[in-house]
């Protein structure tokens, strides 16, 4: 049996995850409004599902091996949501800080910005329905989604057998389909459908039955070659939408759902079918891998890297040619990797060592994972 600790890494998942956030650069700096953003956060959710549910699954069932194991439903799950704290909340929270602090030194209100909202990880719900518009840290919302994604998932995945996990993620999807279409039909609200967490749980519920799938899915290359160039086409669609149709309307925005969710499974699905195929090799490449490895403090600083303006008003830069300025993402590009870098090294690394809670003290485990100290 194969353990949250011991899972086999999938070296091409970083490259994907390298790309989605290149394709989410793109978007904000290089080449707007061709809807690159959405596939790289859509992408983001999907791998973020396979991993997720592949760990509960992998608790549950050391849960079911409790003789063996020891393993208990509440000391996994308070296992599982510290690792997850550990691994998302001090870069998130340190983030937070920083713009509470530049608001109040100008005069301006935490509350008013939705700040509260952020730190309560609700921010998608403050953006759909209070605000209805992009600022520069509004590109958090996805990180929203994703705690919504937790607390629903470890104590569904935990409490239920190993055996019908399939099947709950099967009722997942289903649930996501009928989400999109009731929102579709009772609200002209587009930014609620794409915000909203059960449409993009969806994206999740894919990963997940790729990841448990994995057996069943040793289709022919040519099946899968298919599947690839039908999602590669989804994937251009649901550009081709953003760029010549109307993005904010509900009934388009449903349709694009329905496309990513055929995107990000055959992309996923490809990938995790041929590791060591030409296209998991090429998204092996150190560059692409170790981008995908800094992805986090990446997505979440990208938007704090200035733009030369600002530089000019802090700092007093002189005046450049309009034709250099336009470059000026490479710039940004590469302090948005140095910033991702320093936070991967001195914050998020560190931290990602105290997530084997076996390397702790034994009176410390078990306070953490039973709530009292044994002998």
């Known amino acids: 049996m194969k353990t949250d600790s011991t899972l086999d890494y999938i070296h091409s998942f970083d490259g994907l995850r390298g790309l989605a956030v290149l394709a989410v650069f793109t978007e904000h700096f290089v080449l707007s409004g061709f809807g690159l953003g959405p596939l790289g956060v859509e992408l983001f959710f999907a791998l973020s599902g396979f991993l997720i549910i592949r760990i509960l699954h992998g608790q549950r069932m050391k849960v079911e091996s409790n003789a063996v194991t020891g393993a208990t439903i509440r000391g996994e799950m308070i296992r599982f949501w510290l690792r997850r704290a550990l691994r998302i909340f001090p870069l998130y929270y340190a983030v937070l800080l920083v713009i509470a602090v530049y608001l109040v030194s100008h005069g301006q209100s935490v509350v008013a910005e939705g700040l509260p909202w952020y730190a309560a990880y609700l921010s998608n719900f403050y953006i759909a329905y209070r605000t209805q518009e992009w600022s520069t840290f509004t590109h958090l919302w996805s990180l929203s989604v994703e705690q919504q994604f937790y607390l629903l998932a470890a104590p569904v995945f935990l409490l239920f057998s190993a055996k019908s996990h399939r099947r709950v993620l099967w009722l997942m999807l289903f649930c996501a389909g009928g989400a999109i279409v009731l929102q579709a039909l009772v609200s002209r609200n587009a930014f609620a459908l794409y915000l909203s967490p059960l449409p993009n749980f969806g994206m999740m519920a894919i990963g997940g039955l790729i990841a448990l799938y994995g057996d069943r899915l040793l289709w022919?290359?040519?099946?899968?070659?298919?599947?690839?160039?039908?999602?590669?086409?989804?994937?251009?669609?649901?550009?081709?939408?953003?760029?010549f149709?109307?993005?904010?309307?509900?009934?388009?925005?449903?349709?694009?759902?329905?496309?990513?969710?055929?995107?990000?499974?055959?992309?996923?699905?490809?990938?995790?079918r041929f590791k060591h195929g030409p296209v998991s090799r090429l998204l092996s490449t150190n560059w692409l891998t170790y981008l995908g490895t800094i992805s986090y403090g990446f997505y979440v600083l990208h938007y704090f890297a200035p733009s030369y303006p600002t530089l000019q008003h802090f700092v007093g830069l002189p005046s450049l040619p309009q034709d250099i300025l336009q470059f000026w993402f490479v710039a940004q590009f590469l302090m948005t990797v140095a910033l991702a870098s320093a936070s991967w090294y001195w914050l998020e690394k560190p931290l990602l060592q105290l997530k084997s809670l076996d390397t702790m003290?034994?009176?410390?485990?078990?306070?953490?994972?039973?709530?009292?100290?044994?002998n």
Not at 225 to 238: E, H, K, P, Q, W
Not at 361 to 374: A, C, F, M, Y
């Open 361 to 374: 003290p034994k009176r410390i485990q078990n306070v953490i994972l039973r709530g009292g100290i044994s």
């Open 245 to 272: 149709g109307n993005q904010w309307s509900t009934a388009q925005c449903c349709v694009k759902f329905v496309l990513a969710y055929g995107f990000v499974f055959a992309v996923i699905g490809y990938v995790n």
């Open 220 to 243: 022919s290359s040519r099946r899968w070659n298919i599947v690839l160039g039908t999602g590669l086409l989804s994937g251009l669609l649901i550009m081709l939408f953003v760029r």
